[in-house]
């Protein structure tokens, strides 16, 4: 429903039971919703993760050296630590810092063309999973997009929630999206004021996973997606991760540098 002054948007929850490894997804969500042509499908990252087997039994974690000196930093079961600096480095990541209770991390994954990801401990933690494991993002992000598309038929963004700087809470970030261009460059347009905009570029896939953030929740709600309709968006061919900004470009760069691993010589 719209006129010239007001376009409302729809976020409409999922809620599905408990899910499992092994648990068809998209059978889960379909049987409890009827989607629309234009609808955007917004799920998390976890619950795609937890599906396809993700999740990581620490019992058979063996921390290294480098996992036990940075656990003590942040608090952390050094197996969880371990596990945190695996899903790192096979995103190509580093650590940018630490803090009492997280590594964090600075990720580059494989498809990823301008800019990095940062985020807590590479996406790992433990919450909303079986005591005893850790889980993170799905191993391959945009094939799961795809294949989620082609069950749903619209498109779909898969995000995750995360902290933002000198910000209490969380909101949350699309880290990939298929059928929708994540990014409208405003660049070349005036504002109010006729002045002509130099490097503002709104955010929708970001804007529409916090967006849905807010009806999924982080906590024991089982609802992990939420469907964007009537919001107005062209499709598009789009279908990868969201680029971020690089690094000689980025505002909050310079306070952002990687963190040297702790030596073996440290108590």
């Excluded at 998209?26 to 049987?31: D, F, G, H, R, S």
């Excluded at 042509?37 to 058979?60: C, Q, R, Y």
């Excluded at 800019?115 to 433990?126: H, T």
């Excluded at 540098?257 to 702790?262: A, E, H, K, L």
């Amino acid at each position: 429903m719209s006129n010239r002054y007001t376009h409302l948007i729809q976020i409409i929850p999922i809620r599905t039971g408990l899910l499992r490894a092994g648990d068809d997804l998209a059978e889960q969500i379909l049987k409890n919703v009827k989607l629309e042509p234009n609808d955007i499908v917004v799920l998390s990252s976890k619950a795609i993760a937890t599906t396809e087997g993700a999740a990581v039994n620490l019992k058979n974690v063996i921390p290294s050296s480098e996992a036990i000196k940075y656990s003590k930093t942040c608090n952390q079961d050094p197996r969880l630590t371990e596990t945190v600096l695996a899903e790192m480095k096979r995103m190509n990541g580093v650590v940018a810092s630490t803090c009492p209770f997280a590594l964090l991390t600075s990720l580059k994954p494989h498809g990823m063309k301008t800019g990095r990801i940062l985020c807590p401990n590479a996406g790992m933690d433990q919450s909303n999973i079986e005591e005893g494991f850790a889980i993170g993002w799905p191993k391959d992000p945009v094939r799961s997009a795809q294949e989620l598309r082609q069950s749903f038929g619209v498109p779909v963004i898969i995000s995750d929630s995360c902290c933002r700087p000198s910000r209490l809470g969380v909101t949350a970030f699309a880290l990939v999206c298929c059928g929708i261009d994540p990014l409208r460059s405003e660049v070349g347009k005036k504002d109010l004021f006729g002045k002509t905009m130099r490097v503002t570029h709104e955010a929708i896939a970001d804007q529409l996973a916090t967006a849905a953030n807010a009806v999924m929740g982080n906590a024991a709600q089982c609802t992990p997606a939420a469907i964007i309709r009537d919001h107005g968006l062209p499709s598009s061919d789009f279908c990868g991760w969201v680029d971020g900004i690089e690094e000689g470009e980025d505002m909050f760069g310079t306070v952002l540098t990687p963190s040297p691993s702790p030596s073996a010589g440290e108590g």
